[in-house]
């Protein structure tokens, strides 16, 4: 039979001594029994050939053969650890609860991209997802319904009274969208919000993100609004039926193909909204969170 290799734990047994300058003292640190320890020393040193420690008026000391084990034995360890702790990490991530809100006008365009990726990577993780506009959001996160939250602007005043960390994701464009057969729509120069026409702005209803945002591009007031809706889905079909324009968000129309509706981009300086991570100021995100929001990252411009 070959000769028994050292193992980690008489390492750790070794170390311990090393650092109390004593067998007594270990026991006591790492609560194991001194037999216990003295045996695992002396295995040590008749597999190393080597005694390990010498003996002083006042406990023990690495002998240079010591030393030399020490130094190897830390870095066994500390890797050990290392190795330990990143299979903890991956275990919190392959398995439990991530509850998330997300605002109607990203939800479906954003989540088709992350979700098949998450899933394939956290097949149990159980994921929640809760779609409404950011006040909603909000209040889900600060009760702590949500985890995080994913949303456009977040005001100073709520930011503020809830006590709400606010981190940019990305920016997203904002663009035209005209009936085919609209002047804007076959117009050589690129649009400028100004040059829509107030009563024929389809706005969302209020409480969405792009409400306020197309108020503030064509400087619209509240309840100036010839045209609302509450969808997107059903602006999108309002201006296909020539009833009006609607200033909509890039990720919703790059797959999208209606022969009905042109979509353009604004003049420079383009209108663009950001897209934020929204959540309690003192929670912190738990694993499985932060790996769906670094996909964010990785997904291309």
Not at 44 to 72: D, F, M, N, S
Not at 239 to 246: D, S
């Amino acid at each position: 039979m070959g000769k028994k290799l050292m193992d980690l734990r008489q390492l750790e047994y070794f170390t311990a001594i090393a650092h109390e300058g004593s067998i007594s003292g270990a026991a006591r640190k790492i609560r194991v029994a001194q037999p216990t320890l003295s045996q695992q020393l002396r295995n040590l040193e008749e597999e190393l050939g080597e005694p390990l420690l010498q003996r002083k008026p006042r406990g023990v000391e690495p002998t240079a053969a010591g030393l030399i084990l020490l130094e190897h034995a830390k870095l066994l360890i500390d890797e050990s650890a290392r190795l330990r702790n990143r299979f903890d990490k991956r275990r919190e991530t392959q398995q439990g609860r991530l509850t998330l809100g997300i605002i109607p006008t990203i939800a479906p365009h954003l989540l088709k991209r992350l979700l098949p990726t998450f899933r394939r990577s956290h097949p149990q993780i159980d994921i929640h997802i809760r779609e409404a506009k950011t006040h909603e959001l909000v209040q889900l996160a600060v009760d702590g319904s949500i985890e995080f939250a994913i949303t456009s602007d977040i005001n100073s005043h709520d930011r503020k009274k809830w006590s709400l960390s606010v981190r940019e994701l990305f920016r997203e464009a904002l663009v035209l969208a005209a009936p085919r057969s609209s002047p804007l729509a076959r117009a050589a120069h690129a649009p400028k919000p100004a040059d829509l026409e107030t009563a024929k702005i389809i706005h969302l209803g209020e409480g969405h993100c792009l409400a306020e945002q197309t108020r503030k591009l064509c400087r619209t007031i509240k309840g100036q609004a010839g045209l609302e809706c509450d969808q997107l889905e059903t602006a999108m079909a309002m201006v296909a039926a020539e009833m009006g324009c609607a200033i909509v968000p890039e990720l919703s129309v790059r797959t999208r193909h209606n022969d009905a509706i042109s979509f353009r981009a604004f003049s420079q300086p383009s209108p663009e909204r950001r897209i934020n991570l929204v959540k309690k100021r003192a929670t912190p995100l738990s694993n499985a969170a932060k790996e769906f929001i670094a996909l964010v990252g990785k997904l291309p411009a």
